[in-house]
């Protein structure tokens, strides 16, 4: 719907003021910057079913979001900066194709490594202790 209503907005400023194509290109930038700071509110909310419809174009999303989201967590917690700056490129991605982005899936392919890294490094810290492995108890 932007690119429609982009256009819709361009060929209304020109027939309305007479301006040419560039001109109403950069008034339509203008317009759509005072529209979108006048309705931040409904922007942010609307944002959040972007950002979870983005989720999906991955079949393993189911475990690896929370996954993810769990592994985030626990890294601020224990201040473990190195996993923090490794995941935050991709989690940066996740949130900024769903705020400044159309909703297309593609987009969020860049947020995959986040999403396997996140369910991977789950899988290794819980792994040993579901299975009764646990590195703590084991003798070197």
């Known amino acids: 719907g932007q690119v429609t209503n ?17 001109q109403a290109d950069a008034a339509a930038s ?4 005072h529209e ?5 509110p409904s922007y942010v909310v609307t944002t959040l079913p972007v950002f979870y419809r983005g989720l999906w ?9 929370p996954a993810l989201v769990w592994f985030v967590i626990r890294s601020i917690r224990r201040r473990d900066w190195v996993y923090l700056a490794t995941l935050s490129p991709a989690v940066f991605s996740l949130f900024a194709y769903a ?3 159309l909703n297309i899936p593609r987009y969020q392919f860049t947020a ?3 999403l396997a890294l996140g369910a991977g490094a789950a899988i290794a810290v819980l ?12 003798a070197a």
Do not use: Q
């Not at 203008?30 to 910057?33: D, F, R, T």
């Open 99 to 101: 705020l400044l982005s």
């Open 30 to 33: 203008g317009v759509i910057a």
């Open 112 to 114: 995959l490594p986040a």
């Open 57 to 65: 174009f991955d079949t393993f999303v189911v475990f690896g979001f």
């Open 127 to 138: 792994w040993p202790k579901l299975s009764g492995r646990d590195s703590k108890n084991e």
């Open 36 to 40: 979108f700071i006048a309705e931040l």
């Open 6 to 22: 982009y256009e819709k907005r361009v060929h209304t400023l020109m027939d309305a003021h007479g301006l040419s194509r560039p």
